[in-house]
């Protein structure tokens, strides 16, 4: 996330909404299978649904799975849900459902809930790729892709301990818990900061996605807790909302930022001063790897059940280096 899921900009551009509609709505049905199609893959109907539509990480992600189901002659099309939300996203799943493809690529947006309309999918023959997040019901989907989001944590809680000369307090505020991926972030953050005697973690803090209430729980914790020096953002809206709070704080820039995903807002901030850390994950391998592994079904071969993406942390220092700025993410395809 989603990017539970990129999972992170108090709105998201415009712009960015077009892309993926656009993206969304352009099939990659190829009648003739193409020079890249095989045999079991040509014609084969998928469907994704992204946790967030508007999210330039589901955005990047959508990109990548278009792109490489058309080389395979699939017939592809991508939605999404306009917010993060059990309720919104349920509607998606149920519509595909009714259409029976033959491959269903979903970011759930929650670890539990969606079981029940995930499980009459599978069992109707629609093989299922779980992307990004997952649910705690392992027998559903025949892969699950997702970057390693407990070792994101670790990486963040390093760098932003090093950044705070380890001492004095950090806050977590992340989402909502029952998301898979930043439950994971949170808990190898929380796990590698215990490493730090001098810094104190403070009890996370959720925001429902919000930015405007991680602006605002970012300055009330400011207020209790003078000593404050870095805050760890589960996604990208908690991360530019505790941007936010901060300048508006005065604090920019004294109180170390550490964020998930790359974002064309978050590299602004980055090269701003808002934010000092971002973990990057590789949503583009995702959308690639679980088009690919749905292929393989398709094709009777061999299918990866779980798959892991790189990701790497972007500093001010190296985010101009192209072995880095390769995982910035896209805003449209």
Same mark, same amino acid.
């Given at each position: 996330m989603p990017s539970i899921h990129s999972k992170r900009r108090l709105l998201v551009a415009v712009g960015a909404v077009l892309a993926l509609t656009s993206a969304a709505a352009c099939s990659s049905s190829n009648d003739d299978g193409g020079s890249g199609s095989s045999g079991g893959a040509a014609h084969k109907k998928v469907r994704l649904i992204t946790g967030v539509?508007?999210?330039? /990480?589901? @955005?990047?992600?959508?990109?990548?799975?278009?792109?490489?189901?058309?080389?395979?002659?699939?017939? /592809?099309?991508?939605?999404?849900?306009?917010?993060?939300?059990?309720?919104? #996203?349920?509607?998606?799943?149920?519509?595909?459902?009714?259409?029976?493809?033959?491959?269903?690529?979903?970011?759930?947006?929650?670890?539990?809930?969606?079981?029940?309309?995930?499980k009459q999918i599978q069992s109707s023959g629609t093989k299922v790729a779980l992307v990004d997040t997952t649910v705690a019901d392992t027998s559903i989907g025949i892969t699950r892709i997702s970057s390693d989001n407990e070792k994101g944590g670790r990486v963040a809680a390093d760098a932003l301990a090093k950044l705070m000369n380890e001492k004095g307090s950090v806050i977590v505020i992340s989402v909502k818990p029952g998301v898979s991926t930043t439950d994971a972030r949170i808990k190898g953050f929380t796990e590698e900061m215990a490493k730090y005697p001098g810094i104190k973690v403070l009890p996370t803090l959720y925001d429902n996605d919000l930015?405007?209430?991680?602006?605002?729980?970012?300055?009330?914790?400011?207020?209790?807790?003078?000593?404050?020096?870095?805050? /760890?953002?589960?996604?990208?809206?908690?991360? #530019?909302?505790?941007?936010?709070?901060?300048? #508006?704080?005065? $604090?920019?820039? $004294?109180? $170390?930022?550490?964020? /998930?995903?790359?974002?064309?807002?978050?590299?602004?901030?980055? $090269?701003?001063?808002?934010?000092?850390?971002?973990?990057?994950?590789?949503?583009?391998? @995702?959308?690639?790897?679980?088009v690919d592994q749905l292929a393989a079904a398709f094709e009777g071969k061999p299918v990866q059940k779980s798959v892991g993406t790189g990701m790497v942390a972007i500093t001010k220092a190296n985010m101009n280096d192209a072995s880095v700025s390769k995982y910035f993410y896209k805003s449209g395809c």
């Open positions: 539509k508007s999210d330039p /990480f589901y @955005i990047t992600m959508t990109c990548a799975a278009q792109e490489e189901a058309k080389a395979k002659g699939m017939d /592809f099309s991508a939605d999404g849900s306009a917010q993060w939300d059990v309720s919104v #996203q349920r509607p998606l799943l149920d519509s595909v459902a009714a259409s029976r493809p033959d491959g269903l690529l979903i970011s759930p947006v929650d670890t539990n809930a969606l079981t029940p309309s995930l930015p405007a209430t991680a602006a605002s729980q970012i300055q009330s914790t400011l207020a209790a807790h003078p000593d404050l020096g870095g805050a /760890f953002a589960g996604n990208t809206n908690t991360g #530019q909302g505790i941007a936010t709070g901060l300048k #508006q704080a005065g $604090k920019q820039g $004294k109180v $170390k930022v550490a964020a /998930f995903d790359a974002e064309p807002d978050e590299i602004e901030a980055l $090269k701003a001063g808002t934010l000092q850390v971002l973990v990057a994950q590789d949503p583009a391998a @995702i959308g690639r790897q679980a």
